[in-house]
């Protein structure tokens, strides 16, 4: 699967995140290996997360640590930000409706 890069600003760099990808983990490592400070993964293209979305987002959450960089997520969909706030996972993770603003 292809990971094209949506958006690159300043050091940070936004990715589209699916799911059960096992690429998006060395995508993300190589952004910040070259440099990129912050990666903020786009959610509004999925409908839900399920437990091993869920579970993705926080090894790759632990690994981006583990190499210097952030993790963000983005969406403005309601029953994804409901998902995180059940889970306490908008407490480990900085949850934006836009790049670059908090939510």
């Known amino acids: ?3 094209p890069v949506r958006a690159k600003k300043r050091g940070a760099v936004t990715l589209e995140f699916h799911p059960n990808d096992p690429a998006l983990q060395k ?4 952004h910040v290996a070259a440099g990129a400070s912050e990666i903020m993964l786009a959610l ?3 409908d839900s997360l399920d437990v091993p ?3 993705d987002l926080i090894a790759l959450l ?3 640590r583990e190499a ?3 993790l963000a997520l983005l ?3 309601p029953q ?4 995180l706030a059940v889970t306490a996972l908008d407490r480990l993770f900085s949850v934006r409706s836009a790049a670059g603003a908090a939510a």
Not at 27 to 30: E, K, M, N, R, T
Not at 80 to 83: A, H, L, N, S, V
């Open 1 to 3: 699967m292809k990971h």
């Open 27 to 30: 995508v993300v490592l190589d």
């Open 44 to 46: 509004d293209h999925l």
């Open 53 to 55: 979305a869920l579970r």
């Open 62 to 64: 632990r690994r981006t």
């Open 68 to 70: 210097g960089g952030t």
């Open 75 to 77: 969406t403005t969909k």
């Open 80 to 83: 994804i930000r409901r998902t």
